[in-house]
Structures are given as C-alpha cells and as structure tokens.
C-alpha cells in the first residue's frame, strides 16, 4: 500500500483512520526504533506525518501498529491484526443533511393546531392567527453520521392561503435533549424563536436555519434524542399576520462527519464524540 499523509484523516483523540485501516495512537514506551525492528513484527516499516506533526509507524502487512513521537525515540507497539477494521473516511468538505418531521405526523394536544384544508383537497395542520397559543410535538434523533462539534439548526417549512398578506408569523421551538445508555439527563428546556413574513399567497417559506440554532454541547451525539414542541403564540406581539399559518415540515439541518460509526453504541470514539 503507498503511503500519502493527505489520506490521513484525524477523526478523534485516539483514533485516527489511514486508507483501509484504523491507526491507533499508544502512550509511548522507551524502546528504540532499532528495538521495534528487531521484535520481528515489522517487515516494512512506513512513517507518515499526523497532522499534529507525530509520527506514526504502520506495519504494511496490516498486522501491527506502533506509534513514534516526532524524534523517533520513544515506541510503542501493539500486535493487532487491523486489516479488518473498516474505513469510515472523515469528510473534508462541509457536508450537510436533514432530520426530517413531517408536518402531519405532529404528537398533539388539547392547544392542537386544526387539520384544514390548504388547497384544493389537501389538508395541512394550520396553526391560528387569533386565539389560544396552538402547540404540537415531535421527537429528533441524532444519526451515526453527525459530525461531532457541530451545530444544528431548526427550520419550518409553511405556508398560507391569503391573496392579500400582510405581517409576519413567529414560530417557537422548545427543546431538551439528552445522551442516551444511561448518561444523559434532560435539562430545563431551551425556546428558539424565527419571525418569518407572510409572502404571496401559497408560496412555500422556509424560515432562516440562523434563527434557530441548536448549540453544539456533551448531551449531542449519535443516539441522542431532543424532545421537542413547536408552536405559534397569535397573541405575542412580533405575530402579525392574522391567519392560519399551514405547517408542512420541520426539519434539523446537520452535517454529516462520515457514514456513521464504528460502535453501535456508545462511546462512539472512532466519530471524536
């Protein structure tokens, strides 16, 4: 196998992934290099560069992994037939995707919005410009793929039925989210708000994903579950727009780190959670 630091993907603080293989880091040892030769392990030595200027020493058999620090001094090696770990490749590019909730598929109560008809004989769940505040629920769960670190954001796809708009509508998301295997806790919940301008009538809005922004914190990993409501609250003053606002979709942009993860569950290491 050749050799190229540029298909050296940091992935975590102990993992690391090269070509086909999972490269493991050690705490090092006070061997020589001449030492590590001489075990018999290593028929064909490789040294890349991490991006953290550290050396790492692969066997090309794809049977052991040694680490070497930058002056080549210290060792440790370890006798682990990686071959058959796969190569879940971090993504260098921004990489972005959804968590998808549909519009119809809403948990509701007794402040429900009501199931009208939008157009034609399509029904929507419209939430009221007058009355009581209209609320509804829903539940996100995080995928393998997240990238770790990483913010999401909130946005609300909805519409309106009205051949004169005027105003705007303020739509709130409350949320708590937890780890899950016994880890995770769920706080006292967190409200993100978005006013959004009735445009023409059944013009398709998205709100702007800036607005609600779901800060990246411990409690978000793969497997995490954020419990959500989402609402419209007519009486509050920055709600303008004095009819039904049609929700069709709530979606949670992320971005994705890879395919997933190498751990079904957690601690998902080899994804830097």
Not at 52 to 66: C, P, R
Not at 143 to 166: E, M, N, R, V, Y
Not at 262 to 269: D, G, I, S, V
Request: with cysteine.
């Amino acid at each position: 196998m050749a050799f190229n630091k540029d298909r050296f993907h940091p992935v975590g603080a102990q993992n690391r992934f090269y070509d086909g293989c999972q490269v493991f880091a050690y705490s090092t040892l006070s061997d020589t290099l001449a030492d590590v030769k001489a075990t018999g392990y290593f028929d064909d030595l490789k040294r890349i560069l991490s991006p953290e200027d550290t050396i790492f020493v692969w066997a090309t058999d794809g049977h052991a992994v040694i680490y070497v620090d930058e002056t080549g001094s210290n060792i440790t090696s370890k006798d682990q037939d990686i071959r058959a770990v796969p190569q879940f490749p971090e993504l260098e590019a921004p990489v972005y995707d959804d968590y998808l909730t549909s519009g119809l598929s809403l948990g509701t109560g007794a402040s429900a919005p009501n199931l009208t008809v939008f157009r034609d004989g399509l029904e929507q769940n419209a939430f009221a410009g007058s009355g009581p505040v209209e609320e509804a629920f829903f539940n996100v769960h995080m995928l393998h793929g997240l990238k770790a670190g990483t913010d999401l954001t909130f946005h609300i796809h909805w519409s309106h039925i009205i051949g004169s708009p005027s105003g705007d509508v303020k739509w709130g998301i409350e949320y708590s989210v937890a780890r899950g295997y016994e880890v995770g806790v769920y706080p006292a919940s967190t409200t993100l708000t978005t006013v959004h301008t009735a445009g023409a009538q059944y013009t398709h809005h998205i709100t702007d994903d800036d607005d609600m922004t779901v800060t990246s914190g411990v409690e978000i990993e793969p497997d995490s579950v954020i419990i959500c409501r989402v609402f419209r609250d007519s009486s509050d003053v920055e709600d303008t727009f004095a009819n039904d606002a049609y929700l069709f979709q709530i979606d949670m942009h992320y971005q994705r780190g890879s395919v997933g993860t190498l751990e079904r569950n957690r601690p998902f290491t080899s994804a830097g959670f």
